[in-house]
């Protein structure tokens, strides 16, 4: 957490850092760590991962003096600011704006946990179980028969099942696109206030379908992931803004 060049590395790679065993841990120590991963809770989100190769490759790059540590405030300086500080407490991150979609949604607090953790590749896909060292009689996704590995993206965007599901409510997947652009082009595609809350329900109704199939063995079709998806739209209708209901109405009505 201190600054090293122009750089706080706990700010440059929040994500790595979320998955560090000891926060305070400092760098010279850090570095001296083999394998590096050994230091944080594994397994790491893909993005994690990316930031995890990048800190390894800035570390083999900087050169540590044999000269005592020098401390300075954050930004650099010796000399104390009211200012500098305030906005160093308060921080600023860039962030995607459909963490602010979605929280801003009016689902209930299950649906936008659910959907955070799909966001974060923290939901509990084979994929990710594997990645936990469990044993599994099969990695494979359950709602198609291709024998294609359950990943988060095979599951929500690239099963023929799920591309049915969104395919019920007018939307297109375009494969070329990653997650996040994928959630831009289904806003653009869905053209209404409350799009946000449709794209969070529909990947519930497919995760619903999922779980019912391997936990009670019911098996999916379009038309029960269907009509599971309108009853919790129409529940929303009980938490929506009251200038939302009408549409929201009229919206599943021409479904």
């Known amino acids: 957490m201190d600054l090293w060049g122009d750089q706080v590395l706990s700010q440059r790679f929040p994500e790595l ?8 841990l400092t760098l010279v120590i850090g570095r001296t760590q083999n394998p590096l991963h ?7 989100s893909q993005q994690a991962h990316s930031q995890m190769l990048h800190l390894e490759e800035i570390l083999s790059q900087e050169h540590f003096s044999q000269e005592k540590d020098k401390w300075t405030y954050i930004w650099n300086s010796g000399k104390f600011l009211v200012k500098k500080t305030y906005k160093h407490l308060n921080g600023h991150q860039s962030i995607h704006p459909v963490y602010k979609w979605l929280w801003a949604s009016s689902c209930q607090a299950k649906h936008k946990v659910f959907f955070w953790l799909l966001l974060k590749d923290r939901l509990s896909t084979r994929d990710l179980l594997q990645r936990k060292n469990m044993h599994l009689q099969s990695a494979n996704c359950v709602l198609c028969n291709s024998a294609v590995q359950e990943t988060l993206v095979h599951l929500f965007l690239e099963c023929p099942f799920a591309i049915q599901c969104w395919g019920s409510v007018q939307v297109q997947i375009d494969l070329t696109l990653d997650h996040y652009q994928n959630l831009q082009s289904f806003r653009d595609q869905l053209r209404v206030p409350f799009f946000m809350e449709i794209i969070i329900l529909m990947a519930w109704a497919i995760w619903k379908a999922r779980n019912d199939l391997i936990f009670r063995q019911i098996n999916p079709s379009l038309q029960s992931c269907t009509q599971f998806f309108k009853s919790e739209m129409k529940l929303l209708l009980l938490r929506a803004k009251r200038s939302y209901s009408p549409a929201i109405d009229l919206w599943i009505a021409e479904l």
Not at 38 to 44: G, V
Request: aromatic share 26%.
């Open 38 to 44: 050994s230091l944080f809770y594994l397994p790491l």
């Open 17 to 24: 850092f979320s998955f560090a065993k000891n926060k305070q």
